[in-house]
């Protein structure tokens, strides 16, 4: 009785808890073994593969499925969003202000050739140069002080659905995460996802919205059992004022005293710091079921990582 092995009937049958890396996940799609998942293009069908990542995962083990990239897994989601609403007001734009016909095919067309011509695309919320170069080119038919309102009207309005459009995902994804079943109906899959590093537009809509669906609640305003949030903490990132994702630390605090998620991840304590590289996901402590968390790596210390990694099993000493 010195020690306790957790869930010593599943030992030698399954792993505990396992960190599921989504950004290469979604990459060209997935297969869950029942059948294959393309490669989602729009913020909603981000969250929802999330989910089913997680809940196909549950299925084959006992303990926590953890997501320890979740702003970086789910930007690019956020940015395909974007170039579709952006693509869809450019044409209500040409439409309205141009009286042009076809505005549709012709919005798509500008687009698609500035992609394919110089790789640049609509990016969300900062100035680019995919909008000299789409100036450059309406105003070759239009004024340039009329080519500025349509480019103007396009960004500001595609900005906003597509912020509208990542709330409903995150909300979705937190009322999934608490209805869907696992184990075969026996609970809703233990789910943890980590995130606050990710200092771009796109990862920053992501966070915001996820904490605000989760200050929401559930439907009637309860507080969400799962996901189980970790907000990763970091000097230079967003601890302190100036740090660029501050503001998100400011409301992390704001939601985790009303709803106790998130909890917090102080990458600058020396047990975490020791792993960290800065720009790269997979060298932050994150951690997964309940709040563990693999880093080391005694075989290979070339490899101590966060993505791929879990544990076998747990142990708890009595004292």
């Known amino acids: 009785g010195d020690i306790h092995i957790h869930d010593l009937d599943f030992y030698t049958l399954t792993t505990t808890c396992c960190q599921i890396d989504i950004v290469k996940l979604f990459q060209d799609g997935f297969c869950t073994g029942h059948g294959f998942l393309r490669e989602p293009q729009d913020i909603r069908s981000y969250a929802a593969l999330a989910c089913i990542a997680v809940q196909s995962n549950q299925n084959d083990q006992h303990g926590g499925q953890s997501i320890p990239n979740f702003d970086y897994g ?155 949030q970790i907000f990763k903490v970091k000097e230079g990132l967003n601890y302190n004022p100036g740090d660029p994702n501050y503001d998100l630390f400011k409301l992390s605090l704001r939601v985790s005293a009303k709803r106790l998620f998130p909890n917090f991840s102080f990458l600058d304590a020396p047990f975490n710091a020791q792993y960290y590289k800065p720009g790269q996901y997979n060298s932050e402590v994150a951690y997964m079921g309940c709040r563990t968390r693999v880093a080391a790596n005694h075989y290979d210390p070339s490899r101590e990582v966060t993505c791929g990694r879990g544990n076998l099993s747990f142990t708890s000493i009595n004292l």
């Open 74 to 228: 789910m930007a690019p989601g956020v940015a395909k969003t974007y170039v579709k609403m952006y693509r869809a007001n450019l044409a209500k734009g040409l439409e309205l202000l141009m009286g042009r016909e076809n505005a549709g095919e012709y919005a798509e067309a500008l687009i698609e050739q500035i992609r394919q011509e110089e790789g640049e695309t609509p990016l969300v919320g900062r100035g680019n140069r995919y909008r000299e170069l789409e100036a450059a080119v309406l105003e070759r038919e239009y004024p340039a002080e009329l080519v500025q309102r349509l480019q103007d009207f396009a960004e500001r309005e595609a900005y906003k659905e597509t912020d509208k459009a990542c709330f409903q995902a995150m909300e979705a994804l937190i009322h999934n995460l608490n209805t869907m079943h696992s184990r075969a109906g026996a609970q809703i899959p233990f789910s943890s996802l980590n995130y606050g590093t990710d200092t771009s537009p796109e990862a920053r809509m992501v966070i915001r919205n996820l904490l605000l669906a989760t200050e929401s609640g559930l439907g009637n305003g309860e507080t969400p059992i799962f996901p189980i």
